[in-house]
């Protein structure tokens, strides 16, 4: 008797010791098990990225839950799966004519399972006006993925960048706050915004309002601009736009930059109510050298699906 149950329990053990073997060999391929390192998108960042965009899905769990459904796993999976960081960073080269893009991932766990279902997306068909380096999320070290690409500036572009802005020296970029759920910043000391905005104009993503001169004036007082985002429900997000001039910017410049920014919000709300049947209301003031303005957009739910 005692033979037999030194068998059953030498099985037993056995059973345990294949059943952590195939726990850590699964780990080793899909990274379930371990929590990943905290890595910033400052490790992607050059002397000369002028655009960053920012987001930590974790303060969206309650949303992201709601759009799952009954598909949704336990809240603690979910708090346990979601990145930690998602970027988008934009670095402009007037000189080979090109606006660099990165995308970046900080992924909690599951990262090889990450990069697989961005393959899976077709990026490359999905922004075609974007060169990709790669078709997917490209692991670098264990919670670094990267995507890398560009976009071509056309040459005249480049020339009105050089005629209203000129060559600046190494500048000090700004960077995010890091106490909201989504954040954009961009310096546009060096035109960047105008070079963005048209390279996106000539390839037919965006439509803008005016024309090319009148948008450079309404641009060249803006030193940065600062867009944070954070749920007030799972159905209404709260946005606030920070613009600030640059200090020579005389009070008609900052009147007539404003009346552009506003422009612009008239035309996003005009947009988003007709293609999304979605709100986008608030208003914008202007102080000192500073333009603010506060937003809510609702129901947000309709741009995600």
Partial sequence: ????????????????????????????????????????????????TSVRIVARPEGARALIASELGVQAPPDWVLSRVLPHEIAILLTPHLDTGRLELDLFCNPQRLGPVISEQSAALGMDQAYPFITWNSNRLASRERGVLVQDGYLDMDQNVRDAVQRHWGTLSQLSRPRVEGSHIVEAVADNRDGTLFALLMTLNAKGIIELPIAEEDLAKGLMPIATVRL?????????????????????????????????IGGLLGQA???????????????????????????TLSPIQRLLR
């Fill in 269 to 295: 709300s005009v947009v988003l109510k007709d293609a999304y049947n979605v709100d986008f209301t608030g208003s914008k003031k202007a102080e000192g050298t500073n333009i603010v303005a506060d937003y």
């Fill in 1 to 48: 008797m005692k033979k037999v149950a030194r068998i059953l329990l030498g099985v037993v053990f056995l059973l345990v010791v294949v059943a952590l073997a195939a726990l850590f060999i699964a780990d080793s391929k899909y990274q379930f098990l371990r929590n990943g390192p905290e890595v910033s998108h400052e490790t992607l960042v050059r002397p000369d």
């Fill in 228 to 260: 944070m985002a954070d749920l007030q429900s799972t159905d209404t997000a709260a946005l606030r736009l920070v613009v600030d001039c640059v200090p020579q910017a005389e009070p008609g410049q900052i009147t007539a930059t404003s009346f552009l």
